[in-house]
């Protein structure tokens, strides 16, 4: 804008009013860039952020999307969302039963990120949180039908602490074991392997979703019984009467 | 206007060519056209390496360049950031790391101290885009509605800034045409051809250099950045000024040459308004060579 002293009325009601105009548009465009990102910012469950990437909100005001994480990822599994995709433009995500995290020991596309979008912090892959695998489909999982599929199990990098085997009673059978795929949430980083590696068609039975999603969470004055009797070295509510249990204490089966 | 000739219809290069010959009146145009191209090629070396790489046909991919406009390393040890994204995140919430806060102190300082809008007329991608809108537009004679005032992109980059602070995203890049693009060319495209051709009808149809001139808010964060900027386009032989209106013909910015070309509200022939986007287009086109590209403290006349 360059300065007129001597500016005439009638330029200077057409400043005011051009003015007035080019701020009624921008706000006009502001809010609609406001809403329209809102719904852009929605995140597919199925999209899984990079190793480190801080909370959903604070990595979209973090990346900028330069994808110098996907050039650094040595196999392939990151990509950029293109427009159109259920992930916001631009940002970097992986589809586990595609192209799964193989979690790198030296986990290079966190010191690849220029802005800590991914959390320079982490550099023990182990304490990566992506996701957090569910299994999912209980119906169509072999190791729920009563069958030693176990792949899940046998591909987890975290093998025996993110994903074990529990030893159940077949109720089908009467007389063999379920050996059910458990997920540990303190274990599991969510780098899809599982979910990659289940042998069902199409859709995997376990699924990593976003922790988020994945998980509830205590309400604040719940209290576990038999944790706060370790912690107090014995019971809180004092002795309690013994009762007698019929029918089992002859050793008859009734 | 002092001579008035039968200039109107007439083809903004047509006196210049006859004046320079063809190679005189597009220099600035095919050394624009250079660096955009050369630009992008930097970025593309890697990824069409990589995917020569995995057909056999190299040995090893070759990275000069990784990453978009957004960020980048070169050579593994340069970074790059684009200063107004990384202002819309700090304002977003987020304080990022040293490699970003240095990339972009280094961008800053390069626009700010040779030229702000340098970034539009020879490294931005859409430039292209609009250039050939409004060649287009001008070849078939297409007369557009008026255009938004051409403050709207000031006010707009306000409104990215505050809407990052208020939604604690990163605004502008929901819509940015520009990084769209180049990701598009570099990452893999998706529905990112509707939004440049969207662009690109709209500074055909709809508003003559609509976009850049009146709405891209990254162009207004670049004007305002090389306010004090040396490189200056400035008109030292405007006393052989004929009145062609070529030159007005083919700015992008056409507001900022008069008061140069005619001493309006000014002495010397320096163009030192922030829109000047630098890219000598107007030297081209004088068959006067009323035009030169020169220094903000070269104040001569001849």
């Known amino acids: ?254 | 206007m002092s001579s008035p000739r039968s200039v109107a219809g007439r083809k903004p290069t047509a006196a210049a060519r006859e004046t320079k010959g063809w190679l005189g009146a597009n220099r600035f145009l095919l050394l624009r056209r250079a660096s955009q191209l050369g630009f992008l090629g930097l970025f593309l070396i890697g990824p069409i390496s990589l995917w020569l790489a995995r057909n056999g046909r190299l040995e090893q991919a070759w990275w000069p360049v990784k990453g978009n406009l957004a960020s980048s390393v070169t050579l593994d040890t340069l970074p790059l950031t684009d200063p107004y994204m990384l202002l819309q995140g700090l304002l977003a919430g987020h304080l990022p790391e040293t490699a970003a806060l240095t990339g972009a102190l280094i961008v800053l300082l390069f626009y700010g101290l040779i030229g702000g809008r340098l970034y539009c007329a020879w490294f931005c991608p859409i430039n292209p885009v609009t250039d050939a809108a409004g060649w287009l537009r001008r070849t078939l004679k297409i007369k557009t509605s008026p255009t938004p005032p051409e403050s709207l992109r000031r006010w707009l980059l306000l409104a990215t800034l505050l809407v990052s602070l208020i939604t604690g995203g990163i605004a502008w890049e929901w819509v940015n045409p520009i990084s769209m693009l180049h990701r598009a060319l570099i990452f893999g495209a998706g529905a990112a051809w509707g939004v440049v051709a969207a662009v690109f009808l709209y500074d055909l149809l709809f508003a003559a250099r609509g976009w850049c001139g009146h709405v891209c808010p990254v162009g207004a964060f670049y004007g305002l950045l090389g306010k004090f900027a040396l490189l200056r386009v400035a008109a030292p032989r405007r006393r052989a000024c004929d009145d062609c209106m070529d030159c007005f013909k083919v700015c992008p910015e056409p507001q900022v040459i008069r008061p140069a070309l005619k001493a309006a509200g000014q002495d010397h022939p320096l163009i030192l308004s922030s829109d000047c986007t630098t890219c000598g287009r107007c030297v081209d086109v004088c068959s006067q060579d009323v035009f030169r590209l020169t220094t903000r403290f070269n104040r001569s006349e001849s």
Request: glycine share 8%; with cysteine; net charge negative.
């Open chain 1, 1 to 254: 804008m360059t300065d007129k002293p001597d500016m005439p009325a009638n330029s200077r009601r057409r400043f005011l009013q051009q003015s007035a105009a080019a701020i009624g548009g921008a706000c006009v465009l502001g809010l609609g860039v406001g809403l329209y990102g809102n719904q852009a910012n929605a995140l597919a469950p199925t999209a899984l952020r990079p190793p480190g990437a801080l909370a959903e909100e604070d990595f979209l005001a973090a990346c900028v999307r330069c994808g110098l994480c996907v050039r650094a990822c040595p196999y392939d599994t990151l990509k950029l969302a293109t427009l159109g995709e259920p992930v916001p433009t631009g940002t970097p995500f992986f589809t586990a039963r595609d192209v799964p995290c193989e979690m790198c020991e030296d986990i290079p596309c966190v010191p690849a990120c220029p802005t800590g979008a991914l959390d320079h912090a982490l550099t023990d892959i182990n304490e990566a949180r992506m996701g957090l695998a569910v299994l999912i489909d209980q119906e169509q999982c072999l190791n729920y039908l009563g069958l030693r599929c176990d792949v899940c199990y046998r591909v987890c990098p975290v093998i025996d602490e993110a994903i074990t085997l529990e030893r159940y009673h077949n109720p089908r059978s009467d007389r063999h074991a379920l050996l059910l795929p458990t997920v540990h949430s303190e274990h599991c980083t969510g780098c899809g392997k599982c979910e990659q590696a289940c042998v069902l068609p199409d859709a995997s039975a376990i699924k990593v979703l976003p922790r988020p999603l994945a998980q509830a969470k205590a309400a604040d004055h719940y209290r576990k019984g038999w944790e706060e009797k370790d912690k107090a070295g014995g019971s809180l509510i004092g002795d309690q009467i013994q009762l007698p249990v019929r029918g089992l204490d002859t050793g008859e089966a009734p």
